[in-house]
């Protein structure tokens, strides 16, 4: 039995408190689809998963997500899926939030989840881009270079203005930081953004974390102005008290924006389910999520039979078969997260 049947048997019966339809995921999960119709069929999901907690808006994001992703696979035939990528993670962090979380008493709140979960790659194609520029770059300096030319090597900078301001004149990374700060960890936001623009490289997950942020703020100025702490109905009977924005929405963006930070961030404080739930479940479920993700060296991606996943009695066991695959997990999940009822093998 292939893991995608694993997690669909294990979660059917919370499925729909997280705004899924069963046969629906059931179908998604279990037809062999190919990449396009795969897709596909994610965005629809999404689209009804969000809708559910009247988000409609942010499907947007990821709908553009899929096309611009779309676009770029023609150009550059290496690059990962991060819409399917981003479903299969969602369900599997549902299975492991239900299973292994709730039970020890660190259990991660649905819309939350379905925030970080859904959302936490869909600045992928931002860093794609830059990786693009690059090569572009490389090679006006390879004909430079060959043509023996005395002039400075070539390169874009791309820069994002304005995606960390808030309308109300708060700074994102100010609201990520107390976040951060709130559970335990060693990580600067401001350092990392500051880091970023400097080096000229993009990270995907800070940017997708700033983005979302960024978007539901927007809503937010719209709905409810001045920020004030009660319930406001208006429009289509969601509430946009402010407290929502504060307890849900950012931490949800905390969690995003450090699930791709490079591991050297948790040196000195691993993610950990007790102090950071829900960030500790985005970078757990984003690593092992590794099946049916096309690549270069591996078009159609790794078949899902290669891998299992079992928790009992408060437990995790995820198996890989192949051994490449299974010692970068491994590597990854070592060098951030307290894996003290965790086992890769």
């Keep these: 039995m292939g893991i995608n049947k694993t997690i669909f048997n294990a979660v059917q019966g919370q499925l729909g408190d997280y705004g899924c339809y069963e046969e629906e995921i059931k179908r998604f999960l279990t037809t062999r689809w190919g990449f396009r119709e795969r897709q596909t069929e994610a965005i629809s999901i999404i689209e009804g998963i969000m809708t559910a907690h009247g988000k409609q808006e942010l499907y947007l994001h990821v709908a553009e997500l899929a096309r611009v992703e779309s676009g770029i696979r023609e150009l550059e035939r290496w690059v990962r899926d991060h819409v399917v990528h981003a479903l299969l993670s969602f369900l599997l962090g549902i299975h492991i939030n239900e299973h292994f979380m709730k039970p020890s008493g660190h259990g991660v709140d649905v819309f939350q989840w379905k925030l970080a979960g859904l959302f936490h790659d869909v600045a992928y194609p931002v860093e794609v881009a830059k990786d693009i520029l690059e090569k572009y770059t490389n090679q006006v300096n390879w004909i430079k270079k060959k043509l023996g030319a005395a002039a400075s090597d070539v390169f874009f900078r791309l820069t994002p203005v304005g995606i960390d301001q808030l309308t109300n004149g708060v700074r994102s990374l100010n609201l990520i930081q107390q976040q951060l700060d709130d559970w335990g960890l060693a990580v600067d936001a401001n350092r990392e953004y500051g880091d970023m623009l400097d080096s000229g490289r993009i990270c995907h997950g800070i940017i997708s974390s700033l983005s979302v942020l960024y978007v539901i703020d927007l809503m937010y100025q719209q709905y409810n102005s001045g920020r004030e702490y009660r319930n406001i109905y208006e429009p289509s009977n969601i509430n946009w008290n402010q407290s929502y924005f504060e307890d849900d929405v950012v931490p949800a963006c905390s ?56 928790i009992t009695n408060g437990r995790l066991v995820f198996t890989v078969a192949d051994s490449v695959r299974r010692q970068k997990i491994m590597k990854e999940l070592r060098s951030s997260l307290d894996l003290s009822d965790i086992e890769v093998r």
């Design 255 to 310: 969690a995003i924006f450090v699930h791709n930070l490079p591991n050297r961030c948790f040196n000195n404080a691993p993610l950990c389910k007790q102090r950071a739930p829900l960030a500790f479940l985005l970078r757990l479920s984003d690593c092992l999520q590794d099946w049916n993700r096309p690549s270069a060296d591996n078009p159609r991606g790794f078949p899902q039979r290669m891998f299992k996943i079992n």
